[in-house]
């Protein structure tokens, strides 16, 4: 069941994964019951084999503790916080004390009963690479979030 033709794992049964584990960060971080709001993108960049071990990693890229301009097909979201959710899935490899990054997936949860939440500040240039790489991604498919705005990413600062 969890395998295709090619003998290798069902990019379904890894989609599961890590909506499993994005739903549990999402629920901690938000401190009550999400609604997955949307599968933003999934990027598969290596196969995995039948037997890999794997290892999921999820973080909160970021969050819209006001909410979104998230269009008409969601109005009844706009004013709820958001939750940007990365989950990557690596396949290690003990014997060779490394591993390699098979796929990224990232989700968008909204929080139904809450006003606000945390806003999330990176403590690294790494986090803060991520953080606006994906803010900027997401604006780009015009998808009318509100990220940069929230974040005050598009002002410009007078020395």
């Given amino acids: 069941q969890v395998r295709n033709l090619s003998n290798r794992i069902f990019g379904g049964f890894l989609m599961r994964r890590a909506f499993e584990l994005a739903f549990a960060n999402a629920y901690s971080f938000g401190g009550e019951w999400p609604q997955m709001l949307e599968v933003d993108n999934i990027t598969f960049l290596s196969p995995v084999d039948v037997g ?17 301009k998230l269009g008409a097909e969601v109005k009844k979201h706009s004013s709820k916080p958001l939750v940007m959710i990365e ?42 690479r991520r953080m606006v790489q994906r803010m900027v991604a997401d604006e780009e498919q015009g998808l009318g979030k509100g990220y940069l705005l929230q974040y005050d990413l598009t002002s410009k600062s007078n020395p």
């Fill in 87 to 128: 989950v990557e899935c690596l396949v290690m490899e003990p014997e060779k004390a490394k591993a390699r990054l098979s796929n990224r997936f990232y989700f968008t949860f909204v929080l139904p009963t809450k006003r606000n939440c945390r806003k999330i500040l990176p403590g690294t240039i790494e986090e803060s």
């Fill in 52 to 68: 890999d071990l794997l290892q999921f990693n999820s973080r909160v890229i970021y969050s819209l503790p006001e909410g979104g």
